[in-house]
């Protein structure tokens, strides 16, 4: 199966920050590699997919990158509203596979 | 547009099975792939397994051994079976749907407990 390995597992940023979360797979993938939000008592928000797309709804100062294995989730201005759980999954081949998540506060 | 909803007992015991439902509206299940992802109470999202728009299945490996994922296209519902649960199968349990691989709309997801 198929690892993603998210970093780090939690952080802190000020509000208006730039903050960058990485998740690394252990085969290639290709581009298919989605971000989700998780807030608690919510379902999670697709944020990203095939690694650089905005999903719809999504604001402008969310952005994805990849560079070879590792792929990354950008935020250009941290805003109060964007504490959450992020999660990576791959989708290039079954079994579908999450990573573990980083948890993003606000300090 | 595009809705899910899942429905089951919030309560199975030691060693029985768990029966789910997604129950979809605004897409056909022969269009949209369905998938069930769950969260254990402090943990991550896990990829249980999907359905396919052509009815056919994939499933998480740890999981394969006793899970089962089907669907009634005429009733728009996707069915999730798994047996044998154990109280570290307490988790929330989510249906998601995609079209183009990612999954774009979600239910809102049942709890379900493992206890006796």
């Known amino acids: 199966d198929i690892q993603l390995t998210q970093s780090p597992s939690s952080m802190s940023a000020s509000l208006g920050d730039r903050v960058s979360l990485t998740c690394q797979s252990s085969q290639g993938i290709g581009n298919y590699l989605s971000w989700y939000q998780h807030k608690p008592g919510k379902p999670p928000k697709p944020m990203i997919y095939?690694?650089?797309n905005l999903a719809d709804g999504v604001p402008s100062r969310f952005s994805g990158s990849r560079s070879g294995s590792d792929y990354s989730l950008t935020i250009s201005s941290l805003e109060s509203e964007d504490t959450a759980i992020y999660y990576c999954l791959q989708y290039d081949e079954y079994p579908f596979t999450f990573g573990s998540g980083t948890k993003l506060e606000i300090k | 547009q595009v809705q899910l909803k899942e429905s089951g007992p919030g309560l199975v015991q030691p060693s029985q099975t768990l029966s789910l439902t997604c129950t979809v509206s605004g897409f056909s299940l022969t269009s949209y792939d369905v998938h069930w992802v769950r969260q254990p109470p402090g943990k991550g999202l896990e990829w249980m397994g999907g359905i396919w728009g052509d009815g056919s299945t994939a499933y998480n490996s740890a999981l394969k051994s006793r899970l089962s994922i089907s669907r009634d296209t005429s009733k728009s519902q996707v069915f999730l079976k798994m047996n044998s649960l154990q109280t570290e199968d307490t988790a929330i349990y989510f249906c998601?749907?995609?079209?183009?691989?990612?999954?774009?709309?979600w239910g809102q997801g049942v709890m379900v407990t493992v206890s006796s």
């Open positions: 095939y690694a650089t």
């Open positions: 998601t749907c995609t079209n183009s691989g990612y999954f774009d709309y």
